[in-house]
């Protein structure tokens, strides 16, 4: 009976309990790891469980908004987050070598982070009303709406978040029906472009990243010593792992940035090939769940802003996960929900409010 309670209390406040249970688990764990990997700082796990706690409060306030409202708002978003982008290049801090940050006295934030959300939203209100699978004309006008926020984001530079916005793009563009020729057409332009990128848009330093990829050893001390110590914590754990506040490599500093982009290193260190396994079947639970909220939108814009949401979720762990095992370039993207920061874990929260927003909005929208 208390069980039926509490699924009736998430429904009225428009919550999806698996969803939110795997989000809970997640995110409590990543505390748990991170007191660990921050060397038992209880104020960089306090500082977390506070980001934390805004993200969900973002999550259950967008939650309550009917999907017509985040339509309407989707291009005003978007340009919001283009005329943010310019005021970058213009006034924005810098700060290691990239000008990525607002600083309004107040508060200081990257608006690229804007948007990871802004243009899911605005690919999904463009294709919404069009026939699909979408023909030339509006196929020209997505690409346009990714490639001016990709361009914006590379030059910064920050690499890491312009790929993230393009996948949003790219995966819009999928879900809204392209034929298999047009993919494999779009691959090929593609594939012609990468000289260019890697000769007129790639830094030098990101260049590197890829070159240390492809052959770490071939600097150990320099640009290949994050990678190669991130494997040593990963194959040090074994299978079963060195035990939790046990890890060597993360607490004598040998593992770099080990409570941000490479916690993961540090987590399968302390818990082993089963407990990085069960950790990637939790995200599979999360991705997994949100697909299938995706599914039963009940319309177009509900299912592609749903699905591309769920996708920047799961390129955010793919990418994070492969990055630290040495199979995938650093791009430093963060592991969701559980590296320490602020910024792409709210927008995270934010996207999953929007997705539930979607789901327990679906049955108004079909009446």
Same mark, same amino acid.
């Given at each position: 009976?208390?069980?039926?309670?509490?699924?009736?209390?998430?429904?009225?406040?428009? /919550?999806?309990?698996?969803?939110?249970?795997?989000?809970?688990?997640?995110?409590?764990?990543?505390?748990?790891?991170?007191?660990? =990997?921050?060397?038992?700082?209880?104020? &960089?796990? &306090?500082?977390?469980?506070?980001?934390?706690?805004?993200?969900?409060?973002?999550?259950? !306030? /967008?939650?309550?908004?009917?999907?017509?409202?985040?339509?309407?708002?989707?291009?005003?978003?978007?340009?919001?987050?283009?005329?943010?982008?310019?005021?970058?290049?213009?006034?924005?801090?810098?700060?290691?070598?990239?000008?990525?940050?607002?600083?309004?006295?107040?508060?200081?934030?990257?608006?690229?982070?804007?948007?990871?959300?802004?243009?899911?939203?605005?690919?999904?209100?463009?294709?919404?009303?069009?026939?699909?699978?979408?023909?030339?004309?509006?196929?020209?006008?997505?690409?346009?709406?990714?490639?001016?926020?990709?361009?914006?984001? =590379?030059?910064?530079?920050?690499?890491?978040?312009?790929?993230?916005?393009?996948?949003?793009?790219?995966?819009?563009?999928?879900?809204?029906?392209?034929?298999?020729?047009?993919?494999?057409?779009?691959?090929?332009?593609?594939?012609?472009?990468?000289?260019?990128?890697? !000769?007129?848009?790639?830094?030098?330093?990101?260049?590197?990243?890829?070159?240390?990829?492809?052959?770490?050893?071939?600097?150990?001390? %320099?640009?290949?010593?994050?990678?190669?110590?991130?494997?040593?914590?990963?194959?040090?754990?074994?299978?079963?792992?060195?035990?939790?506040?046990?890890?060597?490599?993360?607490?004598?500093?040998?593992?770099?940035?080990?409570?941000?982009?490479?916690?993961?290193?540090?987590?399968?260190?302390?818990? %082993?090939?089963?407990?990085?396994?069960?950790?990637?079947?939790?995200?599979?639970?999360?991705?997994?769940?949100?697909?299938?909220? =995706?599914?039963?939108?009940?319309?177009?814009?509900?299912?592609?802003?749903?699905?591309?949401?769920?996708?920047?979720?799961?390129?955010?762990?793919?990418?994070?996960?492969?990055?630290?095992?040495?199979?995938?370039?650093?791009?430093? /993207?963060?592991?969701? /929900?559980?590296?320490? %920061?602020?910024?792409?874990?709210?927008?995270?929260?934010?996207?999953?409010?929007?997705?539930?927003?979607?789901?327990?909005?679906?049955?108004?929208?079909?009446?």
């Amino acid at each position: 009976m208390d069980w039926n309670n509490g699924r009736r209390a998430l429904q009225v406040i428009k /919550l999806d309990w698996p969803l939110l249970l795997g989000l809970l688990a997640v995110s409590g764990l990543g505390l748990v790891v991170l007191y660990s =990997a921050g060397q038992r700082n209880m104020d &960089l796990v &306090l500082g977390q469980a506070m980001r934390l706690g805004l993200g969900f409060a973002i999550m259950l !306030t /967008l939650a309550q908004l009917p999907p017509a409202h985040l339509r309407f708002w989707s291009p005003w978003l978007y340009l919001a987050g283009l005329l943010l982008l310019v005021a970058v290049m213009v006034v924005g801090d810098i700060s290691k070598g990239a000008q990525r940050w607002l600083d309004l006295g107040v508060v200081r934030f990257q608006p690229s982070e804007i948007m990871k959300l802004a243009v899911p939203m605005m690919m999904a209100w463009f294709f919404a009303e069009k026939p699909l699978p979408p023909r030339w004309l509006p196929l020209l006008g997505g690409a346009l709406i990714t490639a001016i926020p990709f361009i914006l984001i =590379a030059e910064q530079p920050d690499l890491g978040t312009a790929l993230v916005v393009g996948w949003s793009g790219a995966v819009a563009l999928f879900l809204a029906g392209l034929n298999w020729f047009v993919i494999v057409g779009l691959g090929a332009v593609l594939a012609a472009v990468i000289p260019l990128f890697w !000769t007129f848009v790639m830094h030098d330093y990101q260049r590197q990243r890829v070159l240390t990829f492809l052959d770490p050893e071939s600097d150990p001390l %320099g640009t290949g010593y994050h990678i190669i110590q991130s494997k040593i914590a990963i194959g040090s754990g074994g299978i079963y792992g060195k035990g939790w506040l046990n890890g060597t490599q993360s607490h004598l500093d040998f593992l770099p940035e080990g409570s941000t982009d490479f916690i993961f290193a540090a987590f399968s260190e302390e818990f %082993g090939l089963i407990g990085g396994c069960v950790l990637l079947a939790m995200y599979f639970f999360i991705i997994a769940r949100c697909l299938y909220m =995706a599914t039963r939108a009940a319309d177009t814009y509900g299912r592609l802003l749903s699905g591309s949401l769920t996708l920047i979720f799961f390129i955010y762990a793919f990418v994070n996960s492969g990055m630290v095992s040495g199979l995938l370039p650093v791009v430093g /993207l963060p592991l969701p /929900l559980f590296s320490y %920061g602020g910024t792409s874990l709210v927008t995270i929260m934010a996207g999953f409010g929007m997705l539930m927003s979607v789901h327990a909005h679906r049955r108004t929208l079909r009446r």
